[in-house]
């Protein structure tokens, strides 16, 4: 089988030339995209790419972020008809040695796209610090539900390997060019009804600082996430079928919606004027409150069990 390996760089010349010295014999190719490093990437996999032919070098003339980088590889990837691309960073934290399992379910035709799952390891999670393991926790959480893959946890974990047959069908003007990256093919890969499976593995950090600032993910990932969920919503239970999920969408969030907003409006009105408040006007709002929630418990339930799985 063609099997490459696209290996985004940006200032990674303490690392890259380990990285790419213990990749496996299976790989096919090797697709370093230098994503404008200011350091000595460059000179180091110029040098590479003369010495192994297998070594293919796209320099990026402005720095555009990961993804960017990402689809450059990819596209490159898809000319060489390879049948699976395997993602992997350049600064040494990604172990080599998972590849064949990271590949085996591909091969196997178990699934289409595999990613890395370090929350597997628990010696790694007991030394994270406690802010980081709960900012993952919802993280993740967040992006299983605008993603629609209920199933996979370490969702940004940036380790995957796709098939030839699912690469083709994400449109690289939708993928986020930048922190983004991951998340965004999570969403594309899943309008295509691809099966991904997670792979637990080691964590293994080094002295690298994240680029991906608190701040970015408090503050951007939440409002892409959630345009994220409502697309998904909206395109699976109401245009592209319509089930009995869609009658839970349809009347669970206007109770849950009216119920909240007479109730909220009634007890401001009573609590301005000193009375205490009828008891329909108590028990009204509580029942569509009660009857909507039911209803979108039973709308997500449903959702949960129908992530894409052959």
């Given amino acids: 089988m063609i099997i490459s390996a696209v290996i985004p760089c940006y200032n990674v010349a303490n690392h890259i030339e380990e990285v790419i010295r213990k990749l496996p014999d299976t790989i096919s190719w090797i697709i370093a995209v230098n994503d404008c490093s200011k350091d000595d990437t460059e000179t180091i996999l110029v040098r590479l790419s003369t010495e192994n032919k297998k070594i293919i070098y796209i320099r990026h003339e402005v720095n555009q972020g990961v993804g960017a980088a990402m689809i450059s590889g990819y596209r490159k990837s898809l000319e060489l008809n390879s049948e699976i691309i395997i993602k992997m960073d350049g600064d040494g934290q990604m172990d080599p040695a998972n590849i064949p399992a990271l590949i085996k379910p591909l091969l196997e035709d178990k699934a289409d796209f595999t990613k890395g799952n370090r929350f597997r390891d628990f010696r790694a999670l007991r030394t994270m610090p406690l802010v980081r393991r709960i900012g993952n926790l919802g993280l993740s959480f967040i992006i299983k539900a605008a993603s629609g893959y209920w199933n996979i946890f370490d969702p940004t ?40 499976e997670d792979i637990p593995m080691k964590a293994r950090y080094g002295k690298e600082v994240s680029g991906l600032s608190r701040t970015k993910a408090f503050f951007g990932f939440p409002p892409k996430l959630f345009l994220a969920f409502m697309k998904r919503i ?77």
């Fill in 234 to 310: 909206i395109l699976k239970y109401f245009l592209f079928d319509f089930n009995v999920a869609s009658l839970y969408w349809i009347f669970g969030f206007p109770l849950f919606l009216a119920g909240t907003i007479y109730g909220i409006s009634n007890y401001l009105k009573y609590s301005g004027i000193g009375l205490a408040a009828p008891t329909g006007t108590v028990v009204i709002p509580s029942l569509l409150i009660i009857l909507g929630f039911q209803l979108l418990l039973s709308a997500i339930s449903f959702d949960i069990t129908n992530y894409p799985k052959k």
């Fill in 157 to 196: 974990n940036g380790f995957t390997a796709i098939k030839n047959e699912a690469l083709l069908n994400v449109d690289f003007n939708k993928i986020h060019k930048r922190y983004y990256f991951e998340t965004s093919m999570l969403i594309e890969l899943y309008y295509g009804n691809a099966v991904i």
